[in-house]
C-alpha cells in the first residue's frame, strides 16, 4: 500500500446539513459523542496501511484544520502524513473548487510529485468500515484503469441513487442517475457476478455507486487534462472514462450510510445505541476509529437513569432520565431532566464551578442542559446553554423551520440547537 495515495474530498458547503455546517466544514462534524465524521475514512486508510492522505476543502476549514492537526501527527519515521489542502487562487485557476473532480484537477500538480501508482479517492462524509487494501487488490487484478467501489442495494432505495450496470467480467458498461420507472427497471442486473448469493441477488437487484474509486495513476491525470470543462466524477468523468477504458465494479457488502442531511445524520448517530447489535460498530480492536485524544476523567453518574444510549468522556449528570441518546464529550446535565431520541454534542471546555455560580447569580444561563428540561427528538449542537424548565420537543410538529435570531432551526421534524446558542429558561420549542 505504499504505492497508493489517497485524496478525502471534504465536500462542499453542506447545505443540506446546515446548521451544522454553519461554523464548521461537513468532515469535522461530530458523531458518536467524540469522533468527527473525517475520522472514518482517515481511520480506515491507517488501518489499511495506506499512510499518505489528503483532505481537501474550502468551506470553513478552520476547525477540520485543527483537528487534523491535532490529531494524526504520524512518524517521523515514515514518509506518512495527513495533510488539508484548502481551495485556493493560482493565476492559472483563480476559481474556487467547482466539483469533486475540479478539486483534484487543482492539485494535481502537488499529487504528480508523489512516486505511486494508485490515487484513491475517498468522500469525507460516509459512515462506513472498509479495508482499502482489498479494493485496490482487485483494482490490480482486473487490471482496471479505474474501479468504483458499489453496493448492492434493493428497489425501494435505488432511484436515490447513482447506478450502473455491468458485464459478466464487472466491466461497467452504463451509468444512470437517480433513475424512476421505466428507466430504473433498465437498471437492473444479475448482482450475482460481483459475488452475491442468488437470494441476495433477488433481493439487492441494483447496484448503486459509493462515489470511492481507485485512480491509476496515469489515467486520472490524462481523464482530467483531456476534459477540464468537467468539474464531477460520479456525474461525468466516470461515466465518460467508461467509452474508453476498464473500469470494474469492486462489491462492498457491509454497513454504510451516506451522512449527507440533519435526518440521515440524525438516524445514523441513533442507531448507534441499538441492542444487541448496532448497524455500525466502534468496538472493533482490529480495526479502530481513531480521533483526537483528550484526556478526560470518567464520567460522573449521580443517581441517573439510562437505558440505551451512549455517553462520551468526562460527562457530568445528575438525578436525570437518559433514553436512547447519545451524550458527547463534557456534557452536563443537571437534575430532573428527561432526555430522549436526541444527541448531544458535548462541549468543547469545561465552565468552571465559580464561574457557573456566578452566571447562575446573574441570571445567566450556564453551559449545559439546566434542571427539568425535557428534550426529545433533537440534536443540541457543541457548547449550547439551555435553560431550566425549557421543552425542546417540537410540540407543534413542525417539519422545517428557521429560527435562527431564537437559536435553533427545525429540519425534518428534528430540532437543531445551534452552537454556542443560549435558550432561556420555560422556553418551549
Aim: one cysteine or more.
Amino acid at each position: 500500500m505504499k504505492r497508493v495515495l489517497a485524496i478525502i474530498l471534504g465536500g462542499g458547503a453542506g447545505t443540506r446539513l446546515y446548521p451544522l455546517t454553519k461554523l464548521r466544514a461537513k468532515p469535522a462534524v461530530p458523531i458518536a459523542g467524540k469522533y468527527r465524521l473525517i475520522d472514518i475514512p482517515v481511520s480506515n486508510c491507517i488501518n489499511s496501511e495506506i499512510f499518505k492522505i489528503y483532505v481537501l476543502t474550502q468551506y470553513n476549514s478552520a476547525s477540520l484544520n485543527r483537528h487534523i492537526a491535532r490529531t494524526y501527527s504520524l512518524s517521523g519515521f515514515t514518509d506518512g502524513f495527513v495533510e488539508v489542502l484548502a481551495a485556493q487562487q493560482t493565476r492559472e485557476n483563480p476559481n474556487w473548487f467547482q466539483g469533486t473532480a475540479d478539486a483534484v484537477r487543482q492539485y494535481l500538480w502537488l499529487f504528480q510529485e508523489w512516486d505511486v501508482d494508485e490515487y484513491l479517492i475517498l468522500s469525507g462524509d460516509h459512515l462506513y468500515r472498509m479495508d482499502y487494501r482489498h479494493f485496490v487488490q482487485r483494482h490490480r487484478e482486473t487490471k482496471a484503469d479505474i474501479t468504483l467501489s458499489v453496493l448492492p442495494i434493493d428497489e425501494k432505495r435505488a432511484s436515490d441513487f447513482g447506478l450502473l450496470k455491468i458485464d459478466e467480467n464487472g466491466r461497467v458498461i452504463a451509468f444512470s442517475e437517480k433513475p424512476k420507472g421505466e428507466a430504473l427497471l433498465q437498471m437492473r442486473v444479475d448482482t450475482t457476478t460481483l459475488g452475491l448469493t442468488p437470494e441476495a441477488a433477488k433481493k439487492n437487484p441494483y447496484i448503486a455507486s459509493m462515489g470511492i474509486y481507485v485512480f491509476k495513476r496515469d489515467t486520472l491525470i490524462k481523464v482530467l487534462n483531456d476534459s477540464p470543462e468537467r468539474t464531477d466524477f460520479g456525474k461525468e468523468i466516470i461515466p465518460a472514462a467508461a467509452k474508453n477504458y476498464n473500469v470494474q465494479a469492486y462489491l462492498f457488502n457491509g454497513y454504510w450510510e451516506d451522512i449527507g442531511t440533519i435526518e440521515s445524520f440524525y438516524e445514523a448517530n441513533l442507531a448507534l445505541t441499538k441492542q444487541p447489535k448496532p448497524p455500525f460498530s466502534f468496538y472493533d480492536e482490529t480495526a479502530p476509529i481513531y480521533t483526537r485524544p483528550r484526556y478526560l476523567p470518567p464520567t460522573k453518574l449521580l443517581n441517573c437513569q439510562i437505558t440505551e444510549s451512549m455517553i462520551g468522556e468526562g460527562c457530568i449528570l445528575k438525578e436525570c432520565r437518559i433514553n436512547h441518546s447519545v451524550l458527547g464529550v463534557r456534557s452536563r446535565v443537571e437534575s430532573g431532566c428527561i432526555i430522549e431520541d436526541s444527541l448531544l454534542m458535548g462541549a468543547d471546555f469545561y465552565e468552571p464551578f465559580a464561574e457557573r455560580q456566578s452566571s447562575l447569580q446573574a441570571g445567566k444561563i450556564p453551559l449545559g442542559i439546566g434542571a427539568e428540561t425535557r428534550i426529545c427528538r433533537a440534536i443540541i449542537d457543541k457548547n449550547a446553554r439551555i435553560g431550566s424548565q425549557v421543552q425542546i420537543i417540537n410540540k407543534d410538529r413542525i417539519e422545517e423551520a428557521d429560527r435562527e435570531e431564537q437559536g435553533f432551526y427545525i429540519r425534518s421534524g428534528i430540532v437543531v440547537v445551534l452552537k454556542n446558542a443560549t435558550i432561556p429558561d420555560g422556553t418551549i420549542i
